[in-house]
């Protein structure tokens, strides 16, 4: 099964190199990453204009204008090739292993459309916390609307889902409602509990997460 990952930036210089070796470093080889540059003020294009001459499965996609990670991540999903996407974004990693044990996770779950996995945190300068943010086996509507579970750099969703339910808006939680939207329609997402996403916590106001229940 080919994966489409998703990967919008956004003056993202400092982490996307990381990010993009996170996805090159994987297990499973049947990928594209697609990069969607959102008119970066820095050399974040740069930087991944030369990992996509060394490996053909980087496809480097440039916003006419900025449109915000929702547009980007909606051009990439467009652009995807694969019956899966998997989303990533710029600062954050995976565990070499994620989208190995997630499609192994899928062939043993076949109803799953729609699913994510644990998380693991490391601050802005890549020294890990002790916090692991377990998930779930099943989400539900009902209890996605008690608390957001679902980091979208962990999901892995069908691409006819994204296209059918395309992302809106750049508020704090742009994919929140995408997801409650999706959770009308199938029963549940699926939750493998490993923390193959290694999630950087910094301090733009988007990027924090409520790691308890409220």
């Not at 939680?173 to 923390?195: M, S």
Request: aromatic letters at 10%; hydrophobic letters at 45%; a negative charge.
């Amino acid at each position: 099964m080919k994966v489409s990952v998703v990967m919008p930036a956004y003056n993202a210089e400092k982490y996307i190199e990381a990010a993009v070796r996170s996805v090159l470093g994987q297990t499973w080889t049947d990928f594209e990453l697609l990069i969607i540059d959102d008119c970066s003020q820095d050399a974040t294009a740069e930087i991944a204009g030369s990992l996509a001459e060394r490996d053909e499965r980087i496809i480097l996609l440039k916003n006419a204008r900025n449109a915000g990670v929702s547009a980007s991540r909606n051009t990439g999903v467009a652009w995807a090739r694969g019956e899966w996407i998997a989303f990533l974004d710029s600062d954050d990693l995976w565990r070499e292993d994620k989208l190995e044990r997630q499609l192994e996770f899928i062939r043993h779950c076949p109803e799953a459309a729609l699913t994510y996995t644990a998380s693991a945190f490391i601050n802005e300068e890549g020294y890990a916390y002790g916090y692991i943010l377990e998930a779930e086996a099943e989400v539900t509507y009902e209890t996605l609307l008690r608390r957001n579970l679902l980091s979208c750099s962990s999901v892995m969703v069908r691409r006819e889902l994204m296209l059918r339910y395309p992302m809106g808006g750049d508020r704090m939680h742009e994919d929140y409602a995408v997801w409650l939207l999706i959770l009308r329609e199938i029963r549940c997402a699926y939750g493998l509990n490993e923390p193959l996403l290694i999630y950087r916590q910094n301090q733009q106001p988007h990027r924090i997460v409520l790691v308890h229940p409220v």
